[in-house]
């Protein structure tokens, strides 16, 4: 098990309670997020799991990814958009709140964007390239092999996050604890 923090995470939250902090949780296909997401979901008292993938696929027609141009990218990012607007709706209510998304330098900010004033604190999920494909194959391709390196070699470059997580040997419950613990 490796941790970084990044420069940013040393400090950068240090002042707010765990009541006011939103976590993202990212990481590339098939890193743990939401498996990972649910174990401590579960051992809070009010916890929402707002996941981009159940807003992403309420675009029926077209559905676009990213890397299928401009229309891809403006799904992307109104998506996040109502993300932002159910993660404060739970937040508002009092609730936790953690976020999975797969994240970019980019896409981050318009989290940052669309949440303003609020305390987020990024947590990233990376396992080694091959520890993730074989996690891939096991639940089944939703990618091509293209596009799965792409979202691996973003998630490498991202370099915005607060605590980054190889958790190639580490058990899912193990993970969730170390989130615990930091948050």
């Known amino acids: 098990m490796i941790l970084f923090l990044s420069q940013q995470g040393q400090s950068r939250h240090a002042y707010f309670k765990i009541d006011h902090i939103m976590m993202i949780l990212t990481g590339p296909t098939a890193a743990g997020k939401n498996t990972i997401s649910h174990i401590i979901a579960r051992s809070c008292s009010q ?28 799904q992307q990012y109104l998506g996040i958009q109502h993300v932002c607007k159910v993660a404060l709706g739970f937040k508002k209510a009092g609730w936790k709140v953690i976020i999975l998304d ?20 990024v947590v ?34 991202l370099t915005s996050y607060d605590l980054r997580i190889d958790n190639t040997d580490l058990a899912p419950l193990e993970a969730a604890k170390i ?4 948050l």
Request: hydrophobic share 35%; glycine share 4%; net charge negative.
């Open 47 to 74: 916890c929402a799991v707002v996941d981009f993938d159940a807003i992403r696929n309420m675009f029926v027609n077209p559905h676009l990814t990213p890397w299928d141009g401009e229309e891809g990218k403006a």
């Open 102 to 121: 797969v994240l970019n330098n980019n896409t981050l900010q318009e989290y940052y964007r669309s949440l303003p004033g609020q305390a987020i604190r």
């Open 124 to 157: 990233q999920l990376l396992p080694t390239f091959e520890e993730l494909n074989q996690r891939f194959l096991t639940r089944g391709r939703c990618l091509t092999d293209q596009q799965f390196r792409w979202v691996y070699e973003e998630q490498c470059n």
């Open 179 to 182: 989130i615990e613990n930091y």
